[in-house]
């Protein structure tokens, strides 16, 4: 058993989550030896307490309490499937020696959760190509939201990547099949959201609450959330093709913003169904007939300059099938509609 010691984060250790920060330092202790001691406040970053999914940055100081000597048990790797692995490699749109990009698929979580064992983070280990390590998520989609997902490969790009997002460098439009039509027919939400708690054991069923802006200061645990939206076609007064690009980036801000629009995304039961507060025209989020009931929320593509080249980079993602039939039934067509409406020269 060694003794208390106090470590400091290198410079190239900096920008990664605790937990993964210990193992490689220490690799003979568990996940669940990590995340119990902190918990009891025996793992500190300059002095505070800190949760294992904690980040550290270069320069601060891990205290380190007295570690068993042999490792632990060797938890087995899950292998991933050769169904899973040619599936996800068949989703790859973009790659290079620093970057990868999927058109994920509607359905497939980006990380684990709560009973989500199969997921795009643990089926990276079959997108390592010629590296030694799986590429890293520097964003997240929803599990049901398809399209542009992209990966860093290497630490390093990771963290250029994700400062990108962060600072809202990176830039990405949504298509949607929305209930109703929106008007105007372009506009901006500016609802803030805050969580609403699930009605199962484990709080299950958790969704976001739309607030009006002037009421997000005064409203705890409120977060300001700024949506552009353009309706780019429309049947009748039924449903509309909407492009929406999210300014900021919130927990289902999509979702809950064309929600509380009176216009639910198509397939979307958690904000359009019974319990959705703003009927609109009274529309619900299921179109019937032959319309797929699965959510028509696709990340068309994603404009950001290259952490390495500085070039700037657009991936664009083509529709998932049950959203594809729909266009197809709607008669609507990419070649239609301006790649970026939101962009003045395009109109």
Same mark, same amino acid.
């Given at each position: 058993?060694?003794?208390?010691?106090?470590?400091?984060?290198?410079?190239?250790?900096?920008?990664?989550?605790?937990?993964?920060?210990?193992?490689?330092?220490?690799?003979?202790?568990?996940?669940?030896?990590?995340?119990?001691?902190?918990?009891?406040?025996?793992?500190?970053?300059?002095?505070?307490?800190?949760?294992?999914?904690?980040?550290?940055?270069?320069?601060?100081?891990?205290?380190?309490?007295?570690?068993?000597?042999?490792?632990?048990?060797?938890?087995?790797?899950?292998?991933?499937?050769?169904?899973?692995?040619?599936?996800?490699?068949?989703?790859?749109?973009?790659?290079?020696?620093?970057?990868?990009?999927?058109?994920?698929?509607?359905?497939?979580?980006?990380?684990?959760?709560?009973?989500?064992?199969?997921?795009?983070?643990?089926?990276?280990?079959?997108?390592?190509?010629?590296?030694?390590?799986?590429?890293?998520?520097?964003?997240?989609?929803?599990?049901?939201?398809?399209?542009?997902? !992209?990966? #860093? &490969?290497?630490? %390093?790009?990771?963290?250029?990547? *994700?400062? /990108?997002?962060?600072?809202?460098? @990176?830039?990405?439009?949504?298509?949607?099949?929305?209930?109703?039509?929106?008007?105007?027919?372009?506009?901006?939400?500016?609802?803030?959201?805050?969580?609403?708690?699930?009605?199962?054991?484990?709080?299950?069923?958790?969704?976001?609450?739309?607030?009006?802006?002037?009421?997000?200061?005064?409203?705890?645990?409120?977060?300001?959330?700024?949506?552009?939206?353009?309706?780019?076609?429309?049947?009748?007064?039924?449903?509309?093709?909407?492009?929406?690009?999210?300014?900021?980036?919130?927990?289902?801000?999509?979702?809950?913003?064309?929600?509380?629009?009176?216009?639910?995304?198509?397939?979307?039961?958690?904000?359009?169904?019974?319990?959705?507060?703003?009927?609109?025209?009274?529309?619900?989020?299921?179109?019937?007939?032959?319309?797929?009931?699965?959510?028509? !929320?696709? #990340? &068309?593509?994603? %404009?950001?300059?290259?952490?390495? *080249?500085? /070039?700037?980079?657009?991936?664009? @993602?083509?529709?998932?099938?049950?959203?594809?039939?729909?266009?197809?039934?709607?008669?609507?067509?990419?070649?239609?509609?301006?790649?970026?409406?939101?962009?003045?020269?395009?109109?």
């Amino acid at each position: 058993m060694s003794r208390v010691q106090t470590v400091e984060v290198t410079a190239d250790e900096g920008d990664q989550r605790l937990d993964r920060w210990f193992r490689r330092r220490f690799p003979q202790v568990s996940q669940g030896q990590i995340e119990k001691m902190c918990r009891k406040g025996e793992i500190r970053v300059d002095g505070g307490r800190v949760k294992a999914n904690t980040r550290v940055e270069e320069g601060q100081s891990v205290r380190v309490p007295p570690l068993p000597d042999t490792a632990a048990p060797a938890r087995p790797r899950d292998k991933v499937s050769e169904a899973d692995a040619r599936m996800i490699r068949e989703a790859v749109i973009y790659r290079d020696d620093h970057i990868l990009a999927i058109n994920k698929p509607p359905g497939l979580p980006s990380q684990g959760g709560s009973g989500q064992t199969r997921h795009v983070d643990g089926l990276a280990e079959a997108l390592k190509f010629d590296l030694d390590e799986k590429p890293r998520l520097v964003h997240r989609l929803d599990k049901d939201t398809s399209g542009v997902l !992209l990966m #860093a &490969r290497t630490r %390093r790009v990771a963290a250029s990547l *994700t400062e /990108a997002f962060q600072s809202r460098e @990176a830039r990405k439009l949504y298509w949607a099949a929305v209930a109703g039509v929106p008007k105007p027919r372009m506009g901006t939400i500016r609802f803030g959201l805050i969580k609403a708690g699930g009605h199962g054991k484990g709080g299950e069923g958790e969704k976001m609450r739309a607030i009006h802006p002037g009421a997000v200061n005064d409203t705890p645990g409120a977060k300001r959330a700024t949506t552009d939206y353009a309706v780019l076609s429309n049947l009748g007064q039924r449903v509309s093709w909407v492009a929406m690009i999210p300014v900021t980036g919130r927990t289902h801000q999509l979702r809950a913003h064309m929600a509380e629009l009176g216009h639910p995304i198509i397939g979307d039961g958690k904000y359009g169904g019974s319990g959705q507060e703003n009927l609109g025209d009274g529309w619900g989020a299921g179109l019937g007939g032959e319309i797929s009931r699965k959510l028509h !929320l696709h #990340a &068309r593509w994603l %404009r950001i300059v290259h952490p390495v *080249t500085g /070039a700037e980079l657009t991936l664009t @993602a083509a529709l998932p099938d049950h959203m594809a039939r729909t266009w197809k039934m709607l008669d609507w067509h990419a070649n239609d509609v301006p790649v970026d409406p939101f962009d003045e020269d395009e109109l």
